[in-house]
């Protein structure tokens, strides 16, 4: 039996990299996630603002499981998706609080997807844009 959205979900969370930077995977649907961040100091750079790494993995991350979501119910829970190319520009610091990253699938092809992230603070403030392309490798078991 193929592991549910949920049971995905739940892997995800459970991982180490997602438990390192407190990540939470919000929403999951056809084409869209929304992951959050909430910022501790192990999140921030020697000058007292998140920093870029801290970012990317979750805008990096929104746009893997909008792919997922985009995936799934045509092929199963059999894919991954490889991070190809990834261009974020960091448009404000911030120092505390919430991130919140949504990720839209805008382009879907057999084996390329392209996402569009925006990564804002908890007051809605835009922080980061970024762009990021996967290859879809499908799983044989």
């Not at 750079?45 to 045509?74: E, K, Y």
Request: glycine share 8%; net charge neutral.
């Amino acid at each position: 039996m193929e592991p549910t959205l949920d049971d995905l979900i739940e892997r995800g969370e459970a991982s180490p990299y997602y438990r390192l930077l407190n990540m939470k995977i919000e929403e999951v649907k056809d084409g869209y996630a929304r992951l959050t961040m909430n910022i501790e100091e192990k999140h921030l750079q020697f000058l007292g603002s998140v920093h870029g790494g801290a970012i990317s993995s979750l805008a990096d991350s929104a746009a893997a499981w909008a792919t997922v979501g985009s995936v799934l119910g045509s092929v199963g829970a059999k894919v991954v998706p490889l991070t190809v190319e990834m261009k974020i520009n960091y448009l404000a610091p911030v120092e505390s609080g919430r991130l919140i990253a949504e990720a839209r699938v805008v382009h879907k092809g057999s084996t390329i997807s392209v996402s569009d992230v925006e990564v804002k603070d908890d007051k809605g403030r835009l922080v980061a844009k970024s762009l990021v392309t996967y290859y879809i490798r499908k799983e044989s078991r």
